[in-house]
């Protein structure tokens, strides 16, 4: 029985080491296969802005240039150099496209509340 058992404990760390670098492997090409979807998502042209994290924590800010199936090329925002990129050295992918809308709005109604309250203040000071 202890015989069985051992050999049963040894197939099963066995098994456990030999599938942990599959599974890491399948979780880095499911993260390649979303940046890649990310870049598609931007599209391309000088309004396609981005800032672009590499895994060795190089960061870069510009428009995709140019995509394609296994890279794609970053202008700089700067000087304008073009930067070619593999998709399997790209960490994370954030969209540079401003304020949105929402926000815009809300610091507008915000600002006008404000110079309200500043008035109304204002107003009751001067009555006393």
Do not use: W
């Not at 030999?18 to 979807?37: C, D, F, K, W």
Request: aromatic share 4%; hydrophobic share 45%; charged share 20%.
């Amino acid at each position: 029985m202890k015989t069985y058992l051992t050999c049963l404990l040894a197939s099963a760390l066995l098994l456990a080491t030999v599938s942990l670098p599959v599974a890491a492997q399948q979780a880095n090409a499911e993260t390649v296969e979303t940046i890649r979807i990310r870049i598609a998502k931007l599209g391309v042209g000088e309004k396609a802005k981005a800032t672009v994290t590499q895994k060795d924590g190089t960061k870069s800010k510009g428009y995709i240039a140019q995509a394609g199936d296994d890279d794609f090329v970053l202008r700089d925002r700067k000087t304008d150099a073009p930067a070619t990129i593999r998709y399997v050295d790209v960490a994370k992918v954030e969209s540079n496209r401003g304020h949105s809308t929402a926000r815009n709005i809300a610091i507008g109604v915000g600002i006008g509340v404000g110079a309200f309250l500043a008035i109304v203040a204002i107003t009751l000071a001067h009555l006393d």
